[in-house]
């Protein structure tokens, strides 16, 4: 056993603190904002909260619930997290089984990846996708924010190699005895993949969750507008023409607005089922993430 | 006897082609029919005509979009502030891992672990909020911090000179934590036998950093490196879209955001497109340079 250097002492010291304190650096803002949300308005004007609520009351969570925008919000992204969630999942794990076979097993192989690849590699842009979706009709539909990002072709490239990484026998074995493609995968790979799949969910999860420039943009009504996009009209964008004409302190004003503790209280409303799921993104997320950047 | 081979082969993967229909079928609608959509760029478009019966006008709307005034101010934008992320998200996370790595108790490493990654799982839209109200100039957590120390208060999101940092600052305070996982996760791979025989032949901890862990984590910051070149010029528009007001226009406003307001604000289709199509094609020539960086230098192959 070889004692600690005072120099080393010391070091662990500093290091430790600086790492608690860039720690808590990450969550103080998101606390405030709890705080902020829990708090009488007034103080929260004032600015006298800090880290805990100033005069506790749940009033403003009251007053977010009384828009009946907000719960069909959460209805949308609920629906949409489901629907789109279940299509993501079923596609990428069609795709990601015959893109992980060999050439010589599958011969367009090479073909089919090149043509998912070349959508990661070139985009056509915000306005030809926009006026697609409005030709094909999507348009103020549930499906406009669950079909066009139905296939995630980063996560077919996670699960294909994953796919890669299970031993070929049990393929094999199983082709002998008689198993077509569809048993193989749905029988066997997809079994054997359950942590990497729990990861895909996830994270398809929270990218469905989060999504909130196309409900902006190709929801018309309000009503469907899933939670994010609710939240960002509300707590985000200012009237544009009431800003062109405003001096800097009328802008201070107005970007401080005394319904400080509503927006807080729809702040944290949106980003709790993430909270909710964070245990579960921590489980599996790490796994997920070296599985995609860490690979043979 | 080679068409007999094919149309075996046919038979034996046709259950291969058919799982990958669905997904050809919604990749063509939502991708490659958009691919066709650029049309719009060399048009005067009108939407009641479609993709192909608006009047074609040529680079027109490229000659406009060179003359608009104040576009070089918005490309810089985009690149300076798309650079910061890039060596900012680069360095921040590679040294916290090492940081993290000297930690011995356990319990610690994994509270400091689960804090940092939090904020990457929030949308812009809710840390958008967050920060429009931390940073406010009346009342905000951080001026108050500030106010403590006597200085005046601190208008950071309207303040021009400012905001490309802000920007850039919160882009790190948002995404060091996965970063520094995947960091953590090449050091922890590390055969712990190296630094044994390292202590033997009397190496302090600089040294193990410098000649195992470093070395050791080197593969995977060349392909974080190069795999990040490919963002040169996306400043994040989900980021910008949530902070940015008219008066931080002149260093916030970024390609993308310029995209949304020209098309879908102003519907000049034509033009809003040709900048999007611009942005596409310096992007794909990045992203296409960094995978063969990252095959050469890191062997790192997608598929």
Redesign the interface.
Known sequence: MVRASTG?TV??LI??L???F?????????I??LS?SLSESAY?????V?LWPVHFTIESYVFAFKDKLLLSSYGVSIQRVIIGVAINMF?TI??A???S?EVRE???RTL??W???I??????????????????NLMDSIWALV?????PVFN??LL??FFRQLPKELQESAHMDGA???TI?WRIMVPLSKPALATLVLFAC?NH?????DGL?LMKRPEHYPL??Y??TK??S?D?SA??GAT?EE???L??VSD?TL??A??FL??LP?MC??PF??KY??KG??MG??KE | MKKHNFGK?LMR?W???L??L???L??I???Y??????A?AFER?N?SK??FGSPFVGWDNFEYMIKMPGISQVIWNTVYIACMKMVGGLIVPIV?AL??N???HTK?KR??Q???Y??H???W??L???????L??????V??LIGWFGAEPV?F??NEKLFPYVLAVSDI?KEF??GT??YL??IT?INPVLYEAAICDGAN?WRQIWHITLPGMTP?IV??MTLSLGNVLNAG??QV??LY???VYRTGDIL?TL??RL??IDAQ?GV??AV??F??VV??VF??ISYICAFRFANYR??
């Open positions: 080393r070091f662990q290091n430790y600086l790492l608690a860039f720690a808590f650096i990450c969550v103080a803002p998101l405030n904002v902020v929260a004007a004032a600015g006298s800090k596609l069609l795709v089984y015959p893109l076979k599958f011969r367009f089919y990846a043509f998912l690849f959508t990661i590699l070139f985009h056509g842009g915000l306005i030809p996708w926009y006026v697609t979706i409005r030709q094909l079909l066009p990002s139905a296939v077919c490239i294909l190699n077509g493609h569809w995968l929270v969750w989060n999504s909130w420039f943009i994010q996009t939240l960002q707590v985000i200012f544009a800003l062109a800097k802008l201070e004003s970007m401080a400080r927006k807080a729809q702040i949106s980003a993430i799921l964070y993104l921590q997320f790490v993430i070296v950047s860490v | 082969g993967e259950p291969m082609h799982m990958m669905p997904a050809v919604l990749i609608l939502f991708s029919i958009p691919y066709a959509g650029l719009i478009f939407p479609g993709f916290f940081l993290l000297e930690v011995i610690f509270a400091v689960t804090l940092i939090l904020p799982f929030l949308s839209v809710i958008g909020g967050v920060l429009t109200d931390i406010s100039p009346s009342g905000g957590l001026n108050s208008f999101l309207g305070w934590g996965f996982i995947i996760a090449a791979s901890r995977i392909l974080m528009f989900d879209f949530n007001s008219p008066v993308d995209v949304y098309g879908l289709y809003a497109t999007g199509l942005k596409s992007s794909t992203i296409v997608i598929f």
